[in-house]
């Protein structure tokens, strides 16, 4: 009797929205007037609706269709892992643009619990995203195989990760604009 | 509502139950008789070892031959299930602990080994039988609100004659043995030769 077990994973929870067509609809309201820039600290990588991150697009331009569906969505990862889920606050959101050779360097979201982002416009070859070991002394062991986990998703998705875990997205090679909304979630610790 | 969680990057752990094991059993019984176990200086009072200095190699100087062919096979199964072609190993060290009442081992890894490994060659079925257990070797699955439910220690369920494969790197310890009768594990450390299969198959095995 012989046996593997797989232990330590982390997970990456991936879904298609529910109420496509309405979360579409907001979210075009919102692309449409947005001077999106570049970020000057990052080089040529992508272009952002704003560059620092502080602040908070779903919250500022109410997109509550999202922020609904959004909720269901977080309940369901959490039921899964066991964790009970407790009130949550969206910290940050914005959207990221990635017009021709755009790409977005391996990076992480700190100390986000969840870290998530919704297809809003995308396509094949416009730039896969891809995860990164959270084990380097795994990537740097002969016997172990841990390249970079590359996802083809499609308009229309939703990924949810924990904020450790690093990741990027591969140069858009395509004409096509490629949008998507990337956003922050930080659990309530503190309960009146 | 559909949807899909995927585990990425978890560790592999091999579990077998040796095939010899009568012999396996007597092979390690004949040595054990003969060596006179102690504490590592370095470490306090954790546990007993056949060579606290970690120096010897106990498979060579007892002429453990049954195990280490059977170990072999595992290996081979272990290393399969990772894509690794093997065309070769050897031992780095090894040795045995030995657990009396009030004796544990602390949280470790095993360094720059490519895999590390236990045999069980006297466990207790009775509760307080020191446990080994793994903790996980992502610090951030450990100290993130959500990550800690599905991080922290995960306990090895140990049997007689059951052979634990794991890497090198992979933190682990043993509870405290809290009863009279001794535990008795032999541990080793081992260097592999191969490489990895080409991307494509790596990836059909992975998928």
Not at chain 1, 130 to 145: G, L, T
Not at chain 1, 163 to 184: A, M, P, Q
Not at chain 2, 8 to 24: Q, R, W
């Amino acid at each position: 009797m012989t046996s593997i077990a797989e232990l330590f994973g982390t997970p990456l929870y991936r879904s298609k929205v529910n109420n496509y067509d309405e979360i579409q609809k907001e979210f075009s309201y919102v692309v449409k007037d947005i001077p999106f820039e570049k970020n000057p600290y990052y080089g040529q990588d992508n272009y952002l609706s704003h560059g620092d991150f502080n602040r908070n697009i779903i919250k500022e331009c109410m997109l509550l269709k999202f922020e609904e569906e959004l909720k269901s969505h977080v309940e369901l990862f959490c039921d899964n892992l066991n964790f009970k889920s407790r009130s949550y606050s969206i910290r940050n959101s914005w959207i990221a643009k990635f017009e021709k050779g755009n790409y977005a360097h391996i990076h992480d979201h700190g100390s986000s619990d969840i870290s998530g982002v919704y297809y809003y416009k995308k396509c094949d070859n416009d730039g896969n995203i891809f995860f990164q070991s959270p084990v380097p002394q795994s990537e740097s062991s002969m016997c172990f195989w841990n390249p970079h986990f590359e996802l083809s998703v499609e308009q229309g998705e939703l990924l949810l990760f924990p904020g450790y875990l690093k990741h990027g997205i591969h140069v858009n090679e395509t004409e096509e604009t490629r949008i998507s909304f990337s956003f922050d979630i930080s659990f309530i610790r503190v309960v009146d | 509502m559909k949807y899909a969680i995927k585990d990425l990057y978890p560790t592999p752990v091999y579990f077998g139950l040796v095939e010899d094991k009568d012999e396996i059993q007597k092979e390690f019984s004949d040595c054990i008789g003969e060596i006179d176990f102690k504490y590592s200086k370095s470490f306090g009072q954790t546990h007993h070892l056949s060579d606290p200095t970690f120096k010897e190699h106990l498979f060579e100087k007892y002429k453990i031959k049954k195990f280490v062919d059977e170990l072999q096979k595992h290996l081979g199964a272990y290393m399969s299930h990772m894509g690794f072609q093997l065309s070769g190993f050897s031992f780095e060290s090894s040795w045995i602990s030995l657990y009396r009442k009030g004796d544990y081992a602390h949280v470790h890894h095993h360094g720059g080994v490519d895999i590390s490994g236990a045999y069980y060659h006297k466990i207790n079925k009775e509760e307080g039988d020191g446990q080994f257990f793994f903790t996980s070797p992502n610090l951030a699955l450990d100290t993130s609100l959500m990550g800690k439910k599905f991080g922290g220690r995960i306990p090895v369920p140990a049997e007689e004659g059951a052979l634990l494969l794991f890497p090198g790197w992979l933190p682990h310890g043993v509870e405290t043995h809290q009863i009279d009768s001794e535990r008795i594990v032999i541990s080793f450390n081992i260097l592999v030769q191969g490489k990895m299969m080409d991307e494509e198959m790596l990836s059909k095995l992975y998928k």
